[in-house]
C-alpha cells in the first residue's frame, strides 16, 4: 500500500474484473445474507446483513448514557434502563446497504463491494426517537437531528466519529427507533449494542450504530457521512443527490443444490417452486414481481403488505426443462417504480437495484 | 463461467494477486470473527466463524429425526427430545477452518479465501456422542463412524451430501459432543439447527452441521470430504496427509482506530495494550505467546490455560513511538509446536498457521 491512507483525500480509481485484498477484507468484516436465508419472514441472528465502517465497538450497559445536547431546552443524559421505560414499539423492518450490489457496477468504485447479499429483516423494538426529543424540547428553528456512534475512524483522510443526521421533520416521526432490542433480543455487539437508531424505509447508513450522542442543530449537519459520503454523483466534482431512502427491488432463492466453488446451481426437471422477497423505500408496497425465464417474463404470485417497512413474499412455480437457464426477477412498487435491467451507474456504486440474475442447470 | 461446474472434476489451477468474483461470492456465504471480537472470551452469535459448502438447510426441529444405523445392534431413528433426556455436557471450544490463512497463500487455491477470520470460541451444549453409540450398540470390527449433513451439493464433479468421519476410539472420547446448543441457546441455521456434531481440538470440517445419519461402518468412510477433501499434499497427485487436529496459532486485535478501505491503523503514541489470543490443538495448552515490533521479538504474558479446547488471553504492553512499525504475534504450545513465519505451503491452502503481521502509523 503507498502512500499514507490517512491523507487518502482523493477518491480512489475505478476498477475492473477481479477484487483486491482490502475488498475481499471489508467483505469478511461484515455479515452477509446467503440467499437461502430469503426463506425466512425474520432473518435470523448472524445472517442478517451488517455494514460497519469501524471496528466494533465493546460498549458497558451500565455505564453507557445517551447525550442529548445542542438546540434543545434540557440535555438529557440517558440510561439504557431510562429509555427501556419510555414507551415500546416494535417494527419489522426490511434493511439494505446502500452500497449494496456495488461489486457487480462496471468499473466498479473500490470499496465495500457487496454483490447482493448486504440486506436483511429483523424486529427492532425500541421508543420512538420523538419521546426522547419531547423530553429535550426542541429550540426553534431547529433544522437537522445529527446523531453520532462511538464508532471512530478514518475515511477519505477526515477522521470522525460515525455520524448521520435527518430533518427535524423525519427525526419526529413514529417509525424512527431508538431502539434496543433485535428479534427480540438485546443488539448484538455487531448491530449497535447497547442502542441504536432505527430508520425504516431508508438506506442502513441513516440508522446510526452504538448510538452515543443526539445533537440537535440549527444548521444542516456537516459530518464526512452526511455531507461527503453517502451522495448519488455522476461524475468527479458532481455536488451529487443526498442518498435516502431504500429503492425498489427483489431478490430469488436460487433453486436447486450448488456446486461449492462456483454457486453454479443444479435443478431437477419438474416443477420448481421459486421464491423470494421484495421490497421498496419509504414503506411503499411492492405491487407486482415478474420472473423471466431465458428473458421471458411471467407474473409471480405476490403476498400482499403486512408491515409497511418489511419485504414482501413472492413465489413462482417454473416448470422447468433439461438444459442451462437463466433466471431473473423484477419488482414495481405501488408507485410504478420498477428495476433496471442494468445498474444505474455513479461514481461509488450507491443505489444499484438492477434486476438479479441467476444460471441454473436443470437435469 | 466456461464448461459445465458440475463436471469440473480437475483442481482448479492455482492464482497470484486478486480475487475472482466466484472467491469473493464465498467468502459473502460465510461468517468471519473481526478481529477486534478476539477481546471476547465466548465469541457474540453472528460473529463467530462459518463454513458452510452447500445452502444453509432450512430443518423442521418436530419431525427431525437422527438416524444411526450401519454397525450396530440396535439402528435408532432419535428425536430432539430424546438427545436432549441424554446426559448433557457443555464443552468451550475454539473451533477454526481448515482453510483459514488460504487467501495469504501463494500461489493460491481458488476456494474460500480466509485471511485470519476463520475462527471463533462457542460454548457447546449437548450429549457426548458415546451415549447414542452405547445405546446402538456398535458391532466388533468396527473402523469409522460417519457422519452425514443434510446439506447437498458437488464439489469436482462428485455430487454428495457433506459428510465426514472419526475413528470409533476417537468417536467415543467424552468431548465429541452431538450439539443442540451454542451459547446457551438453540444453534442458529448457520450454526447447524437443530443439531449438529462438535469435535474439540479438530480443524472445524470435523464438526458436522444439520447432522441427520451416523452410519457405523467396518471399513473406512469413503466420502468425498474425507478421502478426497482435507488433505495435506504438497503437488498434484500426492496422496497426501488427512487434516485432523488444529495447528498452534496465535491472532492479534489490530490496535488503535482504522482507515475504512484499507484498515491501516492509527494509534496514539505512549502505552498501548496489544491484546489477542491463542491456541493449539487436541487440547495442548499455549506455553508462550510473542509480539513482535519491528521485528524485535518480545515475551507477552498469557493466561493460563482453562478450557481445554478454549483459546487463552494474551497481553503486551508496547511503548509505542512515532513512526510506522509492523506488529507480529507468534504462539508456541506445551508440545513445543510454534508459528512458522512463512506459511507451510500446500496444494489446497490448508491449516496456514503463520504469524499474523498488521502495519500500523503511531502519532
Known amino acids: 500500500m503507498a ?6 483525500r482523493e477518491a480512489r480509481p475505478h476498477v475492473e474484473g477481479d477484487f483486491a485484498r ?5 467483505a469478511y468484516r461484515n455479515s452477509a445474507l446467503p440467499l437461502e436465508a430469503l426463506a425466512y419472514d425474520v432473518t435470523p441472528l448472524g445472517l442478517h446483513y451488517t455494514l460497519s465502517h469501524f471496528d ?20 438529557l443524559a440517558l440510561a439504557l434502563d431510562e429509555l427501556r421505560g419510555l414507551p415500546a414499539r ?3 423492518v426490511t434493511m439494505e446497504c446502500a452500497g449494496n450490489g456495488r461489486g457487480l457496477m462496471r468499473p466498479r468504485y473500490p470499496s465495500m463491494p457487496w454483490l447482493h447479499e448486504g440486506v436483511g429483516t429483523a424486529e427492532w423494538t425500541g421508543t420512538p426517537l420523538r419521546h426522547v ?8 428553528g431547529v433544522a437537522d437531528v445529527a446523531f453520532l456512534g462511538a ?11 460515525y455520524g448521520r443526521s435527518l430533518a427535524a421533520a423525519e427525526a419526529l416521526g413514529e417509525d424512527v427507533l431508538l431502539a434496543y432490542a433485535m428479534n427480540g433480543a438485546p443488539l448484538a455487539p455487531q448491530h449497535g449494542f447497547p442502542l441504536r437508531l432505527v430508520v425504516p424505509g431508508w438506506f442502513g447508513m441513516a440508522s446510526v450504530k452504538w448510538l452515543t450522542r443526539i445533537e440537535v442543530l ?7 457521512q452526511q455531507a461527503i459520503g453517502y451522495h448519488y454523483r455522476k461524475h468527479a466534482g458532481d455536488p451529487g443527490v443526498p442518498i435516502t431512502h431504500a429503492k425498489v427491488k427483489s431478490l430469488v432463492a436460487p433453486p436447486g443444490i450448488p456446486d461449492w466453488y462456483t454457486r453454479r446451481r443444479l435443478v431437477e426437471r419438474g416443477t420448481v417452486r421459486l421464491h423470494g422477497r421484495a421490497w421498496s423505500g419509504a414503506g411503499v408496497a411492492i405491487a407486482r414481481v415478474e420472473v423471466a425465464i431465458d428473458g421471458d417474463w411471467r407474473e409471480a404470485a405476490v403476498d400482499p403488505q403486512r408491515d409497511r ?12 426443462a433439461p438444459g442451462e437457464h437463466e433466471l431473473a426477477c423484477r419488482a414495481t412498487d405501488a408507485q410504478g417504480a420498477t428495476q433496471p435491467l442494468a445498474p444505474d451507474w455513479n461514481t461509488n456504486g450507491m443505489g444499484n437495484n438492477a434486476v438479479q440474475r441467476v444460471q441454473v442447470t436443470v437435469r
Do not use: I, K, M
Not at 502512500?3 to 487518502?8: A, D, L, S, T, Y
Open 22 to 26: 482490502d475488498e475481499l477484507a471489508l
Open 3 to 8: 502512500g499514507n491512507p490517512f491523507f487518502e
Open 133 to 140: 426529543l419531547e423530553r429535550a424540547g426542541l429550540a426553534s
Open 56 to 75: 466494533v465497538p465493546r460498549l458497558d450497559e451500565a455505564s453507557f448514557r445517551l447525550a442529548v445536547g445542542g438546540r434543545v431546552a434540557r440535555p
Open 218 to 224: 440549527d444548521r444542516p449537519f456537516d459530518g464526512f
Open 90 to 92: 416494535t417494527v419489522r
Open 309 to 320: 417497512f418489511a419485504w414482501q413474499a413472492w413465489r413462482y412455480d417454473w416448470d422447468a
Open 151 to 161: 464508532d471512530r475512524g478514518f475515511d477519505r483522510g477526515v477522521e470522525h466519529d
